[in-house]
């Protein structure tokens, strides 16, 4: 009995070792139905771009359990496994598979494959393809010209208003939706722009004769649902005083919304309807106008009246230009919209002051005082920058004639600013060591930047100047504001800045 019982107890020991271990591979870890990995991906076709991120999602099975997932692709030289059971410490039935992966800015490809492989712990392993292709539509739509924040209209015996605006996407533009309540047949139109990269758009119409205020929205909606808005306040009245005037010296009203900042050029308001400019006349017959609002000629444009070229007309479908015939000299104009006058004067560069006391600049100029100890002069460059060291990296170059003028980059440079891009920087002296309180100029609105103000901390002053140290004109302070502007439309540009306007402008490069 006790041979029979014990040859019974080994062998149920034995069949019961083989039941519970199944087909077990080399990992140690049992099969349970010995079937292939699910592998269930979210898409298999991914748009994404030069610069951008492109993310591979899904949803992995596997009742054995899943060992390991890997993504590859040679073209982008991608080799990524993601290790289960290093990462756990063991196989999982479901992974949720997220990941993002970085292409490159100087990505020239078209298209790429992925292979996505999942392998479960007996070795079963399937595959999928992710095809990423590189027209994906990352950015909104953008007005790159539209009416301003406010707009006026005046009063005449027939009041009408021009709406004009060009809205521009990456991709494809879907189109624009025009509300404008109060004004009959304007509430939710839709102007189609049949999948363009670019939508320009004019229309007139009439408003009643009286005073009134209107909102206007504008609503670029591209292919992929992304949307920008823009939004103005349009109000009809009789001519007002009007806090601010610009001056005009382009042509186009392209030329008018092309800059990063500083074009029109802001002049100063001198009284009640009255306004001073002082511009820099480079080359003989310039034309200029002057306009209340900065993204249009219209609605209202003061130039030359052409039946009485002594007075102003602000009817932008007559107005003549007034036209600069001195070269290499500054204009004073002063203008009295109300009463349609105006008055013109020049003074030459040397007339001109600025609040720079070097009289020397650039290289052989050995007149900055590097340590304030006179022990040993260097050259004195202006810049833009974080900092004077840095302002070393973007040295202005001095105009030939106007020793207050100043460019950059040099003659025969390329300065390429991509859309979307944030700049943050002041204009200062170059200084090799670090931050040194002389030559610094400061903006009055930092992301809608229309001149500069001397900011002198150590008080660095030409004494000729006429001008006061960190105040503006009219005696407020100078506050220390950055230069922040957001870069609309990718290219290559230039800077020019005044030193003695206190007006700065970066327009595309010609």
């Known amino acids: 009995m006790n041979k029979l019982f014990m040859r019974a107890s080994l062998w149920a020991l034995f069949s019961l070792a083989l039941s519970t271990s199944g087909c077990s591979d080399d990992s140690g870890f049992p099969d349970v139905d010995g079937q292939n990995p699910v592998l269930t991906l979210t898409s298999e076709h991914i748009e994404s771009g030069a610069g951008h991120a492109f993310t591979i999602t899904g949803e992995l099975e596997d009742k054995d359990g899943i060992a390991s997932v890997n993504l590859s692709c040679p073209d982008l030289y991608l080799d990524k496994t993601i290790d289960l059971i290093d990462i756990y410490g063991e196989p999982k039935p479901t992974y949720q598979l997220n990941y993002s992966f970085n292409l490159k800015k100087d990505e020239i490809g078209e298209r790429f494959v992925v292979k996505v492989t999942v392998t479960d712990v007996g070795g079963r392993s399937v595959s999928r393809d992710v095809l990423v292709t590189m027209d994906g539509d990352f950015s909104a739509p953008a007005f790159t010209a539209s009416p301003d924040k406010e707009v006026t209209v005046l009063i005449k015996q027939q009041t009408s208003f021009k709406l004009s605006f060009t809205a521009t996407d990456d991709r494809q533009l879907d189109y624009v939706l025009i509300n404008i309540p109060g004004v009959e047949g304007y509430a939710d139109k839709k102007v189609d722009a049949g999948g363009q990269s670019s939508l320009t758009h004019t229309e007139r119409f009439t408003l009643p004769n009286i005073a009134k205020s209107y909102n206007i ?140 006391k070097y009289k020397k600049y650039g290289a052989g100029s050995a007149n900055f005082d590097r340590w304030e100890s006179g022990s040993e002069m260097i050259d004195f460059y202006l810049g833009w920058g974080g900092s004077p060291s ?121």
């Open 390 to 510: 840095d302002a070393g990296n973007h040295k202005f170059v001095q105009d030939a004639r106007n020793p207050h003028l100043f460019y950059y980059p040099a003659p025969g440079d390329t300065w390429t600013l991509e859309a979307g891009q944030k700049m943050n920087f002041i204009i200062t002296n170059y200084h090799p060591d670090g931050w040194w309180d002389h030559v610094e100029w400061r903006v009055d609105n930092s992301e809608d930047i229309e001149k500069f103000g001397y900011f002198s901390k150590k008080n660095d002053v030409n004494p000729d100047w006429e001008g006061t140290n960190r105040k503006w004109a009219d005696g407020t302070a100078v506050g220390d504001n950055w230069a922040k502007p957001t870069v609309k439309t990718g290219g290559n540009y230039r800077f020019v800045f005044d030193a003695h306007l206190g007006r700065g402008k970066i327009v595309p490069a010609k």
């Open 217 to 356: 929205t504008l609503k670029a909606v591209d292919k992929k649902g992304n949307e920008t808005v823009a939004t103005s306040v349009l109000k009809v009245s009789e001519m007002p005083d009007f806090p601010k005037m610009y001056l005009a010296d382009v042509a186009t009203v392209e030329e008018l919304n092309s800059d990063v900042f500083g074009v029109p050029m802001v002049i100063s308001h001198t009284g009640a309807y009255q306004y001073r400019a002082r511009y820099y006349n480079e080359t003989a017959g310039t034309k200029i106008f002057f306009l209340p609002q900065k993204t249009d000629f219209a609605p209202i444009c003061f130039g030359l009246d052409p039946d009485n070229k002594s007075k102003l007309t602000d009817d932008p479908e007559t107005a003549l230009p007034i036209v600069l015939d001195k070269a290499g000299v500054y204009y004073e104009i002063d203008l009295n919209v109300k009463e349609g006058t105006f008055k013109t004067r020049t003074y030459s560069v040397a007339e001109a002051t600025d609040p720079i």
